[in-house]
């Protein structure tokens, strides 16, 4: 976080500082009687344009923030973020990560380093959502890190699955409950690079939009087209074509599947085509639009696959819930 927010503190400082000294340096220091009338009005344009800049610039500066806040947010509450813990056994503290997304071809290794040759691991896990057996996999150690295989899952495949260490006598089993990890197809960076910086744009432009709307700004209908387009290309043209590469279908939303993250784009999308249409009729009405980015920035804070693409091992082949 840090490395975002320092250089965007500083250049927004750096902004201020010289608006600041533009206006200054505009309003002449000293008048004489023949154009004192002109410099004074220059005077109220400037103060009045400065008043304009540093507004803009505070809202920017308020949807960034805002708009970094709520991706952060989304990430680390999402189902395929990775799980962080500690275990103790024998005294001995041991710290791990369990991944529970794994993308592209071959099989997931699980790791956990130890401080002791002498401690044995064993992974055990299972199709998600079956009543099969648990399959136990004996850890490997590799100078000090203990190591076991998932196997490798079609795409939207899921996984559960834990770990036991035994160390002279003791054993302990951990997280308490079971890691889930769901295995997808590699994208390609021209596919996935661009569908995350427009849906980025599309959370800045709304929730700026949703901010100028609030204060009255005049030019609402220039960032509402903005906002629905940006949206509409990270989210229904980029969108699919990541879920196709990742999971095999351009989309699993509604009417088709109840995918969360497909859906609440679809919504978010609506809610922006709504606003266009009727404040385009009444560009009185700055309820809609506001309205609009507060259903985006909700939208955005559900965590990103949530109820995402999830194979059917029942159907295996026939289709993913």
Known sequence: MDVVFVPFIYTISYLVVHVQ?????LVPKQMDEQNIVSRVRMGFW???NKGSMMKKLYIWLFTILITI???????????????????????MPLAYTFERAH???GDHDVRLGISNDQIVGTLYWRRYKTDDPFNSVPMQNKDGILTAGLPHQPPAGKLEYHVALEFKGERVTFPHHNVVIRFRGDVPA???????????????????????AAIKDEKLYRWIWITCLVLFAGGFIFGPLVQKFAFGDFWTGIPFGTDLTDNKTLVAQMAWIMALIIYRRNPKNRLVVIIAAAITLIVFLIPHSLMGSELDYGQEGMGKV
């Open 21 to 25: 000294r533009l206006g200054d340096e």
């Open 46 to 48: 400037v103060q009045s």
């Open 69 to 91: 806040a709520s991706i952060v947010y989304q990430r680390k509450t999402g189902p395929t973020y990775p799980i962080d813990g500690q275990v103790e056994i024998g005294g």
């Open 103 to 105: 993308a592209g071809a």
């Open 190 to 212: 021209w596919a996935l690079i661009p569908h995350i910086l427009l849906m980025f744009l599309a959370m800045i432009f709304s929730t700026y939009t949703g901010l100028s």
